[in-house]
T-cell receptor, first 114, second 117 residues
Framework: AQSVTQLDSQVPVFEEAPVELRCNYS??????LFWYVQYPNQGLQLLLK??????LVKGINGFEAEFNKSQTSFHLRKPSVHISDTAEYFC????????????FGAGTQVVVTP | GAVVSQHPSRVICKSGTSVKIECRSL??????MFWYRQFPKQSLMLMAT?????????EQGVEKDKFLINHASLTLSTLTVTSAHPEDSSFYIC?????????????FGDGTRLSIL
């Protein structure tokens, strides 16, 4: 079984400042990794995913994440945030041999202020 | 990108009512659909996985007679909350994916806010 830990429940950040959201996982097998964003009263939108290959993954809206196998981490970053980035962010993992079954972290609330 | 439509977006009903939630994939064939439940300020908890044409697989602790799932076509899955009670109030989210197309991520609907009075 796998587990996902998002170390920060809430991250306040000023507009145009950088932000990093931390995600660590544990699994006894290979995994796929995802970051999703959720706006209030909406479903989840995929920001980016790591399946294989380059460990630096670029996603939508200027976000990127780096897979670090030795540290079992998949931290999300954005160099300059906008007010519109205020949302809940979820890290998720899926074991490669149990296709599609996602385990989500607890989520990180990002609040961007002017 | 892929679009998943979930309907209704919000339901308010009396205790004892059965409520049906629809999840449709609009521009791709969803061989697999997932149903999640999300409590306020918490993460998503997988309730069940449904593959088109077969019975859903429920996660431990989820009552299959309480949460009926049907996935009769490649574009539609339904979740019926039978005889709903206030403790069933929650945000329900579906997602869809096409397993044949390989390691495709799930595409999520916008969720259904269920409030049982």
């Amino acid at each position: 079984a796998q587990s996902v830990t998002q170390l920060d429940s809430q991250v306040p950040v000023f507009e145009e400042a950088p932000v990093e959201l931390r995600c660590n996982y544990s699994s006894s097998v290979s995994v796929y990794l995802f970051w999703y964003v959720q706006y209030p009263n909406q479903g989840l939108q995929l920001l980016l995913k790591y399946l294989s290959g380059s460990t630096l993954v670029k996603g939508i809206n200027g976000f990127e994440a780096e897979f670090n196998k030795s540290q079992t981490s998949f931290h999300l970053r954005k160099p300059s945030v906008h007010i519109s980035d205020t949302a809940e962010y979820f890290c998720a993992v899926s074991e490669t041999d149990s296709w599609g079954k996602l385990q989500f972290g607890a989520g990180t609330q990002v609040v961007v202020t002017p | 990108g892929a679009v998943v439509s979930q309907h209704p977006s919000r339901v308010i009903c009396k205790s004892g009512t059965s409520v049906k939630i629809e999840c449709r994939s609009l521009d791709f064939q969803a061989t697999t659909m997932f149903w999640y439940r999300q409590f306020p300020k918490q993460s998503l908890m997988l309730m069940a996985t449904s593959n088109e044409g077969s019975k859903a697989t429920y996660e431990q602790g989820v009552e299959k007679d309480k949460f009926l799932i049907n996935h009769a076509s490649l574009t539609l899955s339904t979740l019926t909350v039978t005889s709903a009670h206030p403790e069933d109030s929650s945000f329900y989210i579906c997602s869809a994916s096409n397993r044949v197309r390989g390691n495709q991520p799930q595409h999520f609907g916008d969720g259904t806010r269920l409030s049982i009075l």
